[in-house]
Structure formats: C-alpha cells, structure tokens
Nanobody, 124 residues
Framework: QVQLVESGGGLVQAGGSLNLSCIAS????????VAWFRQAPGKERKFVAG????????YYADSVKGRFTTSRDNAKNIVFLQMNSLRPEDTAVYYC?????????????????WGQGTQVTVST
C-alpha cells in the first residue's frame, strides 16, 4: 500500500504563492498517476490537477489552469503543486492521491491511496 504525506500548506495573502509537496512511499511501480484534490468547508472534494508518474503528462481543472502547476521528481517519489496567483476561493484542505494507472481521471474513485491533507488558507 502506497503511503502519501502532503506538506507545504499555510496562510498566504491573495495573489501570493505556495508550493505543496506529496511524498509517496511504498511504490513498487513506475507507472500510475498522482492527483491533487481539494475540499473547502461545507463543500465536496474536487479535482485540482493530475500527473502521470512515467512521462509527466499533466492535466488541470479549469479553475486553476494557468495558475497552478504540478510536477514530479521520480527519483525522490515526490509530486509538487506550485500554486500562484492564489485567490480566497482557493482556500481548502488539499489532498494528494495515487492511482496505479493513468487515465486522466478526475474522480475520487479512481485513486486508491490518499494523504491526510494540508490546509491552504488565502486571505483577502
């Protein structure tokens, strides 16, 4: 079972930046994908961005396209989410999740391993 640990969350002013990290341990395959989801208070968890482990193909939710960038370091089994031009509506708990296959999935059910989440708060 892959274990995921997120870090890098915090409090930032609108227009600022944060870089989240997701460290994956216990991986046995070079394939699959990692996705970022977020859940705002009182709302459903939603897809943010995804990346394939093998060749680094990325895909994003429309709400973050052009502001967020996800990348990975295969040697260290780390996935990053660079968040720029942050807005108050980006405030949420951010989770990383892993799937054993890559399919441009945006649904939670496609991802079997989840981190504990990291809080991102964007103030006005």
């Amino acid at each position: 079972q892959v274990q995921l640990v997120e870090s890098g969350g915090g409090l930032v002013q609108a227009g600022g930046s944060l870089n989240l990290s997701c460290i994956a341990s216990g991986r046995t395959s070079g394939h699959g994908a990692v996705a970022w989801f977020r859940q705002a208070p009182g709302k459903e968890r939603k897809f943010v961005a995804g990346i394939s482990w093998s060749v680094g193909i990325t895909y994003y939710a429309d709400s973050v396209k052009g502001r967020f960038t996800t990348s990975r370091d295969n040697a260290k089994n780390i996935v990053f989410l660079q968040m720029n031009s942050l807005r108050p509506e980006d405030t949420a708990v951010y989770y990383c999740a892993e799937s054993r296959t890559f399919s441009f999935a945006r649904s939670e059910v496609a991802f079997g391993s989840w981190g504990q989440g990291t809080q991102v708060t964007v103030s006005t």
